[in-house]
């Protein structure tokens, strides 16, 4: 793995796709949960089995703190992607710790948790963070925000595992939040998620203008609403099944609002919160809904050429319920060109930045672009 990344300045290329895997398989781990958590069977309340995940959560944590402060330094000035995630996995895994101690009643608190802290790519809060950044401002000031996004996100994940929704047993390799707690405390988990993720914007961000909170939870809650997210996942599933007949402007309006919704949400919010201006949002705006959309083209693509081991969930269960997608409507290798002219569109939305400053956000795109998970 190259440790030194060179910046954009430095190279008239994106970062190379190569350089970007090693970097999420390690964030994969920061953290995982440990063996007594790795349950293939809901176990009955008060059980010992039930309990014992309480203790596990702080250990976890903490050890994926210890393994992000040794992620390798460089002398070089380059930026170097590589030891900038470790450090954003790092503030990201404490401040959700943090942010959702243990507490009564356990057993919807453990739920969250388990699923929260269950590991990924952390890439929402990653966006936000690095939004902030671009505009100068200062990362505490988004920091709520950015755990708020992957509380959401892991919300999302939650309810759509569930057997009513996309139905799956595994996620991050590890089973699913009602495989684990069963349907009514995931369904309630994930409720909670999505009511603690505005709290926590409201409550825990410091020093910000009243305005720009107020600003950032219109963004968000239109994000995951009928007009975002849920807007998205209803109109999915809706579609399943109906092959061909779905066509690529409704696919669009799938992929823009069950996904694109959130990534945009992220990087608006952080760039709201680190005191962008209007033109500063709408450049941002353009970037995010194009890597937005990459993402689900790129998940539609892993979809029929990966394996499940690999994605960590279910692969080929597209074509199993006749879903509509990229690959099924236009291709394989259309597909792959939709993405790519996605990412680049995304790169051009930062064309008048800094290099430097826009470093972490190109990077994340050049990762959505060649992602394998």
């Given at each position: 793995?190259?440790?030194?990344?060179?910046?954009?300045l430095?190279?008239?290329?994106?970062h190379s796709p190569?350089?970007l895997h090693?970097?999420?398989?390690?964030?994969q781990?920061?953290?995982?949960p440990?063996?007594?958590?790795k349950?293939?069977?809901?176990p009955s309340?008060g059980?010992?089995q039930?309990?014992s995940?309480?203790?596990?959560c702080?250990a976890q944590?903490?050890?994926?703190?210890?393994?992000?402060?040794?992620?390798?330094?460089?002398?070089?000035?380059?930026?170097?992607?590589?030891?900038?995630?470790y450090?954003r996995g790092?503030?990201?895994?404490?401040?959700?710790d943090?942010?959702?101690?243990?507490?009564?009643?356990p057993?919807v608190?453990?739920?969250?948790?388990?699923s929260?802290l269950?590991?990924g790519?952390r890439i929402?809060?990653?966006l936000?963070?690095?939004a902030?950044?671009l505009v100068g401002g200062?990362?505490?000031?988004?920091?709520p925000?950015?755990?708020a996004?992957?509380?959401l996100?892991?919300m999302?994940?939650?309810h759509?595992d569930?057997?009513?929704?996309?139905?799956?047993d595994?996620?991050r390799?590890?089973?699913?939040?009602?495989?684990?707690?069963?349907?009514?405390?995931?369904?309630?988990?994930?409720?909670?998620?999505?009511?603690?993720?505005?709290?926590?914007?409201?409550?825990?961000?410091?020093?910000?203008?009243a305005e720009?909170i107020?600003q950032?939870?219109?963004e968000?809650?239109?994000?995951?609403?009928?007009?975002?997210l849920?807007g998205g996942?209803?109109?999915d599933?809706k579609?399943?099944?109906?092959g061909?007949g779905?066509?690529?402007?409704t696919?669009?309006?799938i992929h823009?609002h069950k996904?694109?919704a959130?990534l945009?949400?992220s990087?608006?919010s952080?760039?709201i919160?680190?005191g962008a201006?209007?033109?500063?949002?709408?450049?941002l705006?353009?970037y995010?809904?194009?890597?937005?959309?990459?993402?689900q083209?790129?998940?539609?693509?892993?979809d029929?050429?990966s394996?499940?081991e690999?994605l960590g969930k279910t692969?080929?269960?597209d074509?199993a319920?006749d879903?509509?997608?990229?690959p099924?409507?236009?291709?394989?290798?259309?597909?792959?060109?939709v993405?790519?002219?996605?990412i680049?569109?995304?790169h051009?939305?930062?064309s008048s930045?800094?290099p430097?400053?826009?470093?972490?956000?190109r990077?994340?795109?050049?990762?959505?672009?060649s992602?394998?998970?």
């Amino acid at each position: 793995m190259q440790l030194g990344m060179r910046s954009p300045l430095q190279s008239d290329k994106p970062h190379s796709p190569a350089c970007l895997h090693g970097v999420f398989e390690a964030l994969q781990r920061l953290p995982s949960p440990p063996s007594c958590w790795k349950l293939k069977t809901v176990p009955s309340r008060g059980s010992t089995q039930h309990r014992s995940k309480r203790s596990c959560c702080h250990a976890q944590v903490h050890a994926a703190a210890d393994l992000a402060e040794k992620a390798p330094e460089t002398a070089t000035a380059d930026f170097n992607f590589e030891h900038y995630m470790y450090k954003r996995g790092k503030m990201i895994n404490q401040a959700l710790d943090k942010a959702l101690p243990m507490a009564y009643p356990p057993d919807v608190i453990e739920s969250m948790r388990y699923s929260l802290l269950a590991g990924g790519k952390r890439i929402r809060p990653a966006l936000c963070l690095a939004a902030c950044e671009l505009v100068g401002g200062d990362l505490e000031k988004a920091i709520p925000s950015a755990c708020a996004m992957e509380m959401l996100h892991t919300m999302s994940l939650i309810h759509d595992d569930l057997p009513s929704m996309d139905n799956d047993d595994m996620r991050r390799n590890k089973p699913t939040n009602h495989k684990v707690y069963g349907e009514d405390v995931a369904i309630l988990a994930g409720d909670a998620l999505l009511a603690f993720a505005f709290e926590h914007i409201a409550r825990s961000t410091k020093n910000v203008a009243a305005e720009r909170i107020v600003q950032v939870i219109c963004e968000v809650g239109k994000a995951v609403g009928a007009e975002g997210l849920v807007g998205g996942q209803i109109v999915d599933l809706k579609s399943e099944g109906l092959g061909r007949g779905v066509g690529l402007e409704t696919l669009q309006y799938i992929h823009e609002h069950k996904t694109a919704a959130l990534l945009e949400a992220s990087v608006v919010s952080g760039a709201i919160m680190g005191g962008a201006n209007s033109q500063q949002i709408e450049d941002l705006r353009k970037y995010s809904r194009s890597i937005g959309l990459a993402f689900q083209v790129v998940d539609d693509i892993l979809d029929c050429t990966s394996t499940s081991e690999v994605l960590g969930k279910t692969a080929g269960k597209d074509l199993a319920t006749d879903k509509t997608t990229y690959p099924s409507l236009l291709g394989l290798e259309r597909s792959k060109e939709v993405a790519d002219e996605l990412i680049n569109a995304a790169h051009d939305a930062l064309s008048s930045y800094d290099p430097h400053k826009a470093a972490p956000l190109r990077s994340l795109a050049e990762y959505i672009r060649s992602r394998k998970n």
